[in-house]
């Protein structure tokens, strides 16, 4: 029989107003900044976040700091709602207003992996189910979502602080053992919570988060008919090589299709 409780949270996400610390840098790319806008419509749009997931790109005059929305739903962010952070998460240019309080996923990922250039963070639904059930693990089922490899690592969250959590990335220590989960990998996914997705650029970040979602919807289905039949690993490096090439095809169009034009 099932006992139901109340949460005793701790107040750990009920953060305290963010303060700005340092001085703004020099002005980021024009049409990275344009990037970064586009790509929260077209996360939007095509499903993988609602009002609720974020996306950050490393700022490209100084790698140490990133640049993300204020916190808002993804799809109504404009130019004039980017922020640029500090790698400990802490805005620089934030004026008072709200930040994500789950900035520490992309700060953490920035200082680990100096090779990741834009984070994607959402709870797509489609991914949820693999971060429940341990003894399926989420894998490339399909050549557009070979990234994800054989075996993408899940984040438990109660590993760092125990069993009284909220679930959410809220500080610089959980940050860290969720870049510490992701390892070198493309996608982590996080129990009950959602899953976190990396790139190159802004465009393969948000190309690897919606074929994440896209890999899961067909991994799921396959399930139901029987044993399924992934990718192996060295089909996964070869197709990703390929499928790396065809990351602006997709972009444009969600692009058009995230400003109403197709
Ligand atoms: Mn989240």
């Known amino acids: 029989m099932c006992t ?25 790319d024009a049409a990275l900044i344009a990037d970064l806008v586009i790509a929260n419509r077209i996360l939007f749009r095509e499903g993988v976040v609602d009002a609720f997931g974020h996306v950050s790109v490393r700022h490209d005059k100084r790698p140490d700091r990133f640049l993300m929305a204020r916190n808002m739903a993804p799809a109504l962010v404009t130019e004039q709602d980017i922020v640029e952070f500090g790698d400990d998460g802490e805005p620089v240019n934030a004026a008072g207003r709200p930040v994500y309080l789950e900035r520490f996923i992309h700060s953490e990922i920035f200082r680990a992996r100096p090779d990741v250039m834009a984070v ?37 969250i109660r590993d760092v602080v125990g069993d009284d959590n909220d679930l959410l990335i809220t500080n610089r220590k959980l940050g860290r053992a969720l870049a510490e989960c992701l390892g070198q990998g493309t996608v982590c996914l996080m129990r009950g919570h959602g899953s976190t997705a990396v790139g190159n650029s802004v465009k393969q970040a948000v190309f690897r988060a919606v074929y994440t979602e896209q890999n899961a919807r067909v991994l799921s289905e396959a399930s ?20 790396d090439g065809q990351v602006n095809r997709a972009w444009d169009m969600w692009r ?7």
């Open 224 to 243: 139901r008919l029987g044993p399924v039949e992934g990718l192996s690993e060295a089909e996964t490096r070869t197709a990703t090589r390929v499928i």
């Open 120 to 156: 994607v963070h959402s709870h797509s639904m489609a991914v949820l189910p693999f971060g429940l059930v341990r003894s399926v693990p989420f894998r490339a089922v399909t050549h557009m979502g070979s990234f994800i490899g054989t075996c993408a690592p899940v984040f438990e």
């Open 4 to 28: 139901s409780g109340h949460g005793s949270a701790d107040g750990a996400s009920v953060a305290a107003p963010a303060v700005d610390r340092g001085a703004p840098g020099p002005a980021a």
């Open 256 to 262: 058009m299709r995230a400003e109403g034009k197709v």
